[in-house]
């Protein structure tokens, strides 16, 4: 295989951006323009999701306030899917709610049980303006929903209720990663 093959090669890893930056508490713009830029945003989103070992990424989570998200992840049969969405829209979310344990990129270290519904549709484009539907099942359906969650300024934090919420954000105001100045 060719490394031009492989998401995220030519990618280039930027900073993540973590819990209390405004542009993860924002809604993100539609994505416009459909030209170079963009794809170069794809290749650095998978360069920087892989580098932090993640299953998904969304633009607001490198500073970049744009309604597009990458993915790498398995669902609960262990088939991976991957690829990118740009203007993504939850479509439907159904089947059983499963309150399963959750991380995030932004908040590296923590986890919470979060409630996902456990299928999930997307509809959006490609970097190309190509439409696609994208069906998710099981952890995959989590994904999908934690990842449009990202581009409407919601983290999976603010998803978690009561003693677990108190929990995650005391873990938070201890976590080393916070940096000077971050509201608590």
């Known amino acids: 295989m060719r ?20 542009v993860l508490h924002a809604p993100c713009d539609q994505v416009t323009d459909f030209g170079p ?4 945003l ?5 360069a920087t999701m892989y580098a932090a070992q993640g299953v998904g990424l ?23 899917h991957l690829g990118h969405v740009v203007n993504p829209r939850l479509v439907e979310t159904d089947g059983v709610v499963i309150r399963g344990p959750e991380g995030c ?3 590296p270290g923590l986890e919470a049980g979060t409630e996902r519904y456990d299928h999930a ?3 959006g484009f490609t970097m190309t303006g190509e439409p696609l539907t994208i069906h998710g099942t ?12 990202h581009l409407e300024g919601t983290v999976y934090a603010d998803r978690v209720t009561g003693w677990r919420h108190r ?3 005391r873990q938070a105001g201890r976590a080393s990663w916070r940096r000077p100045g971050m509201p608590t």
């Open 3 to 22: 490394n031009a093959s492989i998401p995220g090669a030519h990618g280039r890893v930027r900073p993540l951006t973590l819990l209390g930056d405004p």
């Open 121 to 123: 549709v997307v509809e």
């Open 167 to 169: 929990r995650l954000m």
């Open 105 to 107: 990129l932004s908040l």
């Open 42 to 46: 794809v290749e650095d989103l998978f």
């Open 138 to 149: 099981g952890f995959f359906a989590r994904c999908l929903q934690h990842e449009c969650d």
């Open 58 to 80: 969304a633009a607001n989570q490198v500073g970049e306030a744009l309604r597009v998200f990458v993915y790498d992840c398995p669902d609960d049969e262990d088939v991976r």
């Open 37 to 40: 830029e963009l794809a170069t």
